[in-house]
């Protein structure tokens, strides 16, 4: 859900001028900022897929449930409302790589080039976009505790180190927190934000109706209905103390009104909360929609009951699935009640036991029914349904596997309702008897987008506004923009006067921006809008104004659009946002990015964020000493150059002399170390304060293949055996 932005309480004015960020001198000086040139594509860099195509993706699973790989497109069978229809392209696609993106954005946007392509999935190996959504208005309370541990046993054992993963709530709970991100620490807090919301009857007599219940009363069940007329009776003693019901007209209409409005109230509450979930749900999938690639989306709930006869939740349910297929969605649905039920309805708690057929398969309908729409859900999009498993996590990491491959049939409309996408798809592989197809019943036909409003439109609408509006809706939007290429690097460190200061470093790839060689009064206006929310709601906000002018010099063709601002802050959880928009074109870019400013005291040992720069390896330099290089904003570093950090340790202590902190640094590839860097005791003697101690240290990137890393450094304290550290994440090109 897109992320509303108010920036009435701006923290910071416009900066007059752009300016580049150097972070201390063993780092190095300030470099200049450049002006970026047009850098042609070559005309083989883009990837052709003619648009009439509609792709279809399928995952194909033997009797093991293993991927089958290898399927010829002749062993595909594609049908349309029964109509065969040829398959014009095949491939096979793993999720979350650089194939899967570039192929799903031209299939809805026309051509696209590789840098286009590595500006919306930059790394190297392959990352998953997954969205658990709790339905927590329709969880009892253990189906809700349960949900809980296997999600943190999700982020603290099975995710990727490119995983991109999201936390979503009916209710809403989860807050500013409910946004894809691989930081662990952001999904532990907003899991931490999940709470019981279910809102079941308040009722506290002993004559118990469900959902299921009162919608088969809905339905015409006369025998329910007598059933339930007959414990109203006994509970409320209309009857004659033999323990049934008094049958006269008086006792009969008072019960009946009696029940009919509790009935009524169960029937509007389960409508309410049903269409509160696949609304949320299909808002989701609406925001989703802009990123690449296929997304797996886990649908965590107790079930809830749709009425047959209910046009509006049906309706619901068939536009979330068409949805689905617009946004490249598959849902798995997981029923988290398990085989443990749902303690929260018992339908035989009546004082009135009946054993006839008027209370007969009520239980069973209990069970089955919240069920179905769980069922539709997955069977639409592809996915599948997770009924009587007591184990979620082991659930959730099996349909991770089973997503994580699958085909690309590409196939050409020929009807008007083929076309519409109104046409029901079927897939047969030939082969083994006992091969499982699966498939999203819907698909998506990509239309043609409509272009940016320019600055210089006819409307009565100020020009003014119109940036402003779209740099708002940019910097809010749910996910990145990428029409611009924008990167955010973001740290923290504590100054002994101001506090706390969060250094942002951003950038624009070079060729963004289309300059014409050579050619002269050239220059792209940018406006810059940024904020920092915490998780209370406080906002620091910044305006900048950016003059880009072309530069021919081979150097810095190859730099990019640099700048940086300082926000002073306090403790806390922030979600950094920066948005761009060229005020010739109206193009428009965003990044986001997660930080924790601890509650740093006088006495807590710890350290400031880590900070990256690049440098180019030269054996044949006679330089000596420490080179002032430029701080890494997409920290994406080639095989050849060498890569530096530098952090600040607080609160040593040095009571009996210097201070004595060993600080060592790890590079993990996943979960496994790969490289060390040998620990070192940090020289007292680089600063006057001992409370403030700065370390750097540089690592050769030759070593590491192509792909992401972690690097996690920590610190010990030895005089007092503390420990303190800080992880973060980069790739090898």
């Known amino acids: 859900m897109p992320l509303m932005i108010f920036l009435s309480r701006s923290a910071r004015t416009m900066l007059p001028a752009v300016w580049c960020f150097a972070l201390v001198a063993v780092f190095g000086t300030a470099v200049q900022c450049q002006n970026p040139t047009n850098t042609p ?11 009439d195509l509609v792709q279809t993706d ?7 449930g293993r991927f089958v790989d290898g399927l010829r497109p002749d062993q595909f069978t594609l049908t349309l409302d029964g109509v065969k229809r040829p398959v014009s392209l095949i491939s096979r696609v793993t999720s979350g790589s650089q194939q899967e993106a570039a192929q799903l954005a031209a299939t809805r946007s026309g051509p696209v080039t590789p840098a286009a392509a590595r500006g919306s999935a930059p790394m190297s190996d392959a990352g998953r976009l997954i969205f658990f959504f709790v339905d927590d208005v329709h969880l009892s309370g253990d189906s809700l505790a349960r949900s809980r541990k296997a999600l943190l046993r999700f982020v603290d054992e099975q995710l990727g180190p490119k995983d991109q993963v999201a936390v979503v709530s009916t209710s809403g709970q989860v807050g500013f927190l409910s946004q894809l991100t691989d ?9 931490a934000r999940l709470a019981y919301k279910r809102n079941p009857e308040g009722y506290a007599g002993k004559t118990r109706i469900t959902e299921y219940m009162a919608s088969r009363v809905e339905q015409g069940d006369r025998g329910l209905f007598a059933y339930l007329m007959e414990s109203v009776k006994i509970e409320y003693g209309m009857g004659l103390g033999a323990g049934r019901g008094d049958h006269g007209n008086d006792s009969a209409g008072q019960a009946a009104r009696l029940l009919k409005n509790r009935l009524g109230q169960i029937r509007a509450q389960s409508a309410a909360d049903t269409t509160a979930t696949l609304d949320v749900l299909g808002s989701l999938m609406q925001s989703s929609a802009v990123l690449p690639g296929r997304k797996l989306i886990f649908f965590l709930s107790d079930g809830f009951v749709v009425d047959p006869h ?21 849902i798995y649905t997981m029923d988290t009640r398990g085989t443990f039920g749902d303690t929260s309805i018992d339908p035989g708690s009546s004082d009135y036991v009946d054993m006839t057929s008027r209370h007969g398969g009520v239980s069973l309908g209990e069970s089955t029914a919240p069920r179905e729409p769980l069922s539709v859900l997955a069977e639409e999009t592809g996915g599948r349904a997770i009924f009587n498993s007591n184990s979620i996590d082991q659930a959730i990491q099996q349909a991770v596997k089973e ?17 519409n996408g109104k046409s029901r798809i079927e897939v047969a592989v030939e082969g083994p008897p006992d091969l499982k197809v699966r498939l999203r019943r819907n698909y998506f036909v990509p239309t043609n987008q409509q272009p940016a409003i320019p600055d210089n439109h006819t409307a009565k609408e100020p020009v003014k506004s119109v940036s402003e509006t779209q740099l708002l809706a940019t910097l809010g939007s749910a996910h990145p923009q990428r029409e611009l290429p924008t990167s955010l690097s973001v740290g923290f460190m504590k100054q002994p006067a101001s506090g706390f200061l969060l250094q942002a470093a951003m950038q624009i790839d070079r060729s963004a921006f289309n300059f014409t060689p050579f050619v002269a009064d050239q220059k792209a206006i940018v406006d810059v809008m940024g904020a920092a929310i915490d998780d209370r709601g406080m906002i620091y906000s ?10 021919n010099s081979n150097e810095s063709m190859a730099m990019p659009v640099m700048w940086s601002q300082q926000l002073t802050v306090k403790p806390g959880l922030y979600q950094v946002r ?15 990015q997660w930080v924790e400013v601890p509650a740093v005291d006088q006495q807590r040992f710890s350290m400031s964020s880590l900070f990256l720069g690049e440098r180019q390896a030269d054996p044949h330099s006679t330089e000596r000493g420490p080179q002032p290089i430029r701080l890494d904003v997409d920290h994406r570093f080639a095989r050849t150059s060498v890569l530096r950090f530098q952090t600040y340790v607080y609160n040593a202590a040095h009571k009996s ?14 979960r496994q170390q790969v490289f060390a860097v040998a620990p070192n005791r940090i020289p007292p003697e680089v600063t006057k304060d001992p409370a403030w101690l700065p370390y750097w240290t540089e690592i050769g990137l030759e070593q590491l293949s192509s792909g992401q890393y972690t690097l996690q450094v920590s610190a010990t304290d030895r005089a007092t055996n503390r420990n303190t550290s800080q992880r973060i994440s980069f790739s090898v090109e």
């Open 41 to 51: 594509q070559p005309a083989d860099d883009v990837v052709r897929i003619n648009t």
């Open 58 to 64: 399928v995952m194909v699973f033997d009797r093991q």
């Open 183 to 191: 930081n662990p620490l952001v999904l532990h807090e907003a899991i």
């Open 310 to 330: 209910g046009l509006d939740a049906r309706s619901w349910l068939r536009e979330v699935t068409q949805a689905a297929a617009r946004s490249g969605a598959v």
């Open 403 to 419: 997503t994580s491959d699958y085909y690309v049939l590409a196939w050409r409309p020929d009807s008007q309702n083929e076309r």
């Open 542 to 551: 910044f305006k900048q104004v950016l003059t880009v002018l072309p530069n």
């Open 578 to 592: 920066v948005a761009v928009r060229e005020r010739k074109t109206g193009r428009t870019g965003s990044a986001m």
């Open 657 to 670: 002399g210097a201070p004595d902190v060993l600080i060592e640094a790890k590079v993990l590839r996943g």
